[in-house]
T-cell receptor, first 118, second 113 residues
Framework: AAGVIQSPRHLIKEKRETATLKCYPI?????VYWYQQGPGQDPQFLIS???????DKGSIPDRFSAQQFSDYHSELNMSSLELGDSALYFC?????????????????FGSGTQLSVL | AQSVAQPEDQVNVAEGNPLTVKCTYS??????LFWYVQYPNRGLQFLLK??????LVKGSYGFEAEFNKSQTSFHLKKPSALVSDSALYFC???????????FGAGTTVTVRA
């Protein structure tokens, strides 16, 4: 079965550079979430999209932006990178048409993009 | 605000012994509870969830978890651990008041042969 695909798997950038992470959700999933997991940390929610509109915003820095496109894939754009941005960035997708409704949807996670800022 | 606590950073068990990973939560409203597992260099994988119904939930790979409302707990259990169960386990909660998942800090499970 198709899973959530993230690209690239690994990314090395220098301070003040920009980075773009991509997420391709499971087919027919309409909701995408972005999480950031620092070394030894639990995943922190950044931002989510439902039907191409931002649905919620968490601890996402102003230097970051994201969007969901018409084909439901999402991109996380990161500018003016800092050393502290080094982390594993997860994308997750779900469908709000689940049996129990949107508030208890099961998330399917991608393998993540490991970003290293030097 | 909702939160999850996993009181143990590490759990070490011998293969064949029972495995328990503890999780307590705090939410306003009805909780929806999840367990995820993370293997090295891999994404989070869903194990099981509690939404409503039976307090004992069975999931993937022989894992189960028991929802205890009075103790606000959702401990993950496996009757007989395998070496391949060694991984990082995350408990997560959402609710009918806040659909975002909030994750615990994670518990590293090591199963020795």
């Amino acid at each position: 079965a198709a899973g959530v695909i993230q690209s690239p798997r690994h990314l090395i950038k220098e301070k003040r550079e920009t980075a773009t992470l991509k997420c391709y959700p499971i087919p027919r999933h309409d909701t995408v979430y972005w999480y950031q997991q620092g070394p030894g940390q639990d995943p922190q929610f950044l931002i989510s999209f439902y039907e191409k509109m931002q649905s919620d915003k968490g601890s996402i820095p102003d230097r970051f932006s994201a969007q969901q496109f018409s084909d439901y894939h999402s991109e996380l754009n990161m500018s003016s990178l800092e050393l502290g941005d080094s982390a594993l960035y997860f994308c997750a997708s779900s469908s709000r048409m689940g049996h129990f409704g949107w508030s208890n949807e099961k998330l399917f996670f991608g393998s993540g993009t490991q970003l290293s800022v030097l | 605000a909702q939160s999850v606590a996993q009181p143990e950073d590490q759990v070490n068990v011998a293969e064949g012994n029972p495995l328990t990973v503890k999780c307590t939560y705090s939410v306003s409203g009805n909780p929806y509870l999840f367990w995820y597992v993370q293997y090295p260099n891999r994404g989070l994988q869903f194990l099981l969830k509690y939404i409503t119904g039976d307090n004992l939930v069975k999931g993937s790979y022989g894992f189960e978890a028991e929802f205890n409302k009075s103790q606000t707990s959702f401990h993950l259990k496996k009757p007989s651990a395998l070496v391949s169960d060694s991984a990082l386990y995350f408990c997560a909660v959402s609710s009918d008041n806040d659909y975002k998942l909030s994750f615990g800090a994670g518990t590293t499970v090591t199963v020795r042969a």
